[in-house]
């Protein structure tokens, strides 16, 4: 019997978390019929050695290069087989009964090409990444000028199902038949940006995107380095071809400021690093207080 659900995590130097994610995972796929693929992109901590004899129904596959997030998941799902595929992050912790639930869903929404759920954060309260808007050139202005109700949809209840438009990559749940028909994961995204894209494209190609009121706990930031150059670098790029894919089109006087606005952002993002790091050259003592 062919599966019903196949579970994608990519993972990198995570090694306690994605433990502990596997363990919420499997207790989730209790009554699911499901398989597991992790997709390790070169970890220096030992995750697959770690982690395979403690998860011997996870099929692990060990990257001998950090290959990026959209590639290493279309590793996985070129190699799955199931009904639909869930993209997961190494950092969250599934409730019991959230992916049946979804599965349950989606199985009576035909028209639901993939579902999201209510992120919850370390302290418990639900993350507002949890629903977004596409950022469109008005959208994406309006968040990076402080207006964020749009783009975060606010607006939305967050205790009943609902429409939205992306879908977070931190907990995707996807549809195979939609997925066929719009396409993998664009590689051109490194990390960050692929599941606006992806969402983006699901709805262009008549499918629905819905948000559930359906749990995981995600520890947002512990699986990456936020604080560092390069995911400054990667994250604004990814706004940057996000932005040239799907609204180069657009005339020179309104891609211009948008182009202008996200190096902006990026430069500020830079500015705001290099200060903190200066401060903990200056201050050593006072940081470890």
């Known amino acids: 019997m062919a599966q019903k659900v196949s579970i994608v995590i990519v993972s990198y130097n995570v090694c306690r978390l994605l433990d502990e994610c596997l363990v919420s995972v499997e207790r989730a796929l209790k009554d699911v019929d499901g398989e597991v693929f992790v ?4 970890s220096s901590d030992g995750t697959v050695e770690k982690l395979r004899p403690r998860h011997p129904m996870v099929h692990f596959i060990a990257n001998e290069d950090n290959v990026g997030f959209a590639r290493a998941n279309n590793q996985a799902i070129r190699l799955s087989k199931a009904e639909y595929v869930l993209l997961l992050n190494p950092d969250t912790v599934v409730d019991e009964s959230t992916i049946a639930g979804c599965l349950s869903f989606m199985d009576t ?5 993939g579902a999201g759920v209510r992120m919850l954060t370390r302290e418990g309260k639900p993350a507002p990444e949890s629903r977004r808007a596409i950022p469109t ?11 964020t109700r749009r783009y975060y949809m606010s607006y939305l209840p967050w205790d009943e199902p609902c429409q939205i438009e992306v879908i977070s990559g931190a907990y995707c749940l996807l549809r195979r038949k939609a997925l066929d028909q719009v396409g993998l994961l664009d590689e051109d995204f490194f990390m960050y940006g692929e599941d606006i894209d992806l969402s983006y494209r699901l709805l262009k190609g008549g499918w629905q995107n819905w948000y559930l ?12 380095q936020k604080s560092s150059f390069r995911y400054v670098h990667t994250f604004y790029q990814a706004m940057l071809i996000f932005f040239r894919k799907h609204y180069g089109h657009l005339t020179f006087l309104i891609s211009l400021p948008i182009q202008v606005a996200i190096y902006f952002r990026a430069l500020l993002a830079l500015l705001q690093l290099f200060a903190m790091r200066l401060h903990h050259f200056i201050n050593p003592r006072q940081d470890r207080q």
């Open 39 to 42: 997709v390790d992109n070169c």
């Open 213 to 224: 009121p359906f749990e995981i706990v995600h520890y947002k930031g512990e699986s990456t």
């Open 109 to 113: 929404h035909p028209e639901a090409g």
């Open 137 to 147: 050139p008005w959208v994406a202005l309006l968040k990076m000028l402080g207006f």
